[in-house]
T-cell receptor, first 114, second 112 residues
Framework: AQSVTQPDIHITVSEGASLELRCNYS??????LFWYVQSPGQGLQLLLK??????LVQGIKGFEAEFKRSQSSFNLRKPSVHWSDAAEYFC????????????FGSGTRLLVRP | EADIYQTPRYLVIGTGKKITLECSQT?????MYWYQQDPGMELHLIHY???????EKGDLSSESTVSRIRTEHFPLTLESARPSHTSQYLC???????????FGQGTRLTVV
């Protein structure tokens, strides 16, 4: 069965600093991978996705992520964090077939210091 | 833009009451999902549907039930609410070709 691990529960960075959020997945074949962001009391917004092709994907709000098959990872990065980036970030994996169930990691809460 | 709507946004209800959480999408998506999320915690898939008259239980056992009579509508029902049902419930939908899921804003349920 597929699963997603986000090893960092909380991360605190200073505004303007770079950011990397870790995500590892477990799945036998090439999965579909996603990063979502959730602001307090809100639903989830898609930041970016990987289905195939170029392993470095660009998303909204200046985020990018890199798929590394050898490490089963899909880490999210941003070169310069803004205070408005403070939120909960979820990595998710879906099977690349018709059964498509989206499974989420436990999330990483990002705090931004002024 | 996502066109998926959940009502109500907030609900406080007494133990033993029957409730239905509404979820509708206007994107014509085949697949719809219900997730349960406790505050600050991960999302757990409790129900999903691949189309009309198709419903399946998710990875987390839930006492709720769902129905899919129309493509655009995927309501979730609790026959007898209990305090353990207090949580946030998120509805999502996705298109035929395994594109990303779009989420509603959630219903925060409190059972007292």
């Amino acid at each position: 069965a597929q699963s997603v691990t986000q090893p960092d529960i909380h991360i605190t960075v200073s505004e303007g600093a770079s950011l990397e959020l870790r995500c590892n997945y477990s799945y036998g074949a090439t999965p579909y991978l996603f990063w979502y962001v959730q602001s307090p009391g809100q639903g989830l917004q898609l930041l970016l996705k990987y289905f195939s092709g170029d392993t470095l994907v660009q998303g909204i709000k200046g985020f990018e992520a890199e798929f590394k098959r050898s490490q089963s990872s899909f880490n999210l990065r941003k070169p310069s964090v803004h205070w408005s980036d403070a939120a909960e970030y979820f990595c998710a994996v879906a099977r690349g077939d018709s059964s498509y169930k989206l499974i989420f990691g436990s999330g990483t809460r990002l705090l931004v210091r002024p | 833009e996502a066109d998926i709507y959940q009502t109500p946004r907030y609900l406080v209800i007494g133990t033993g009451k029957k409730i239905t959480l509404e979820c509708s999408q206007t994107m014509g998506h085949d697949k719809m999902y219900w997730y349960q999320q406790d505050p600050g915690m991960e999302l757990h898939l409790i129900h999903y549907s691949y189309g009309v008259n198709s419903t399946e239980k998710g990875d987390l056992s839930s006492e709720s039930t769902v129905s899919r009579i129309r493509t655009e509508h995927f309501p979730l029902t609790l026959e007898s609410a209990r305090p353990s049902h207090t949580s946030q419930y998120l509805c999502a939908s996705s298109g035929r070709w395994n594109t990303e899921a779009f989420f509603g804003q959630g219903t925060r349920l409190t059972v007292v």
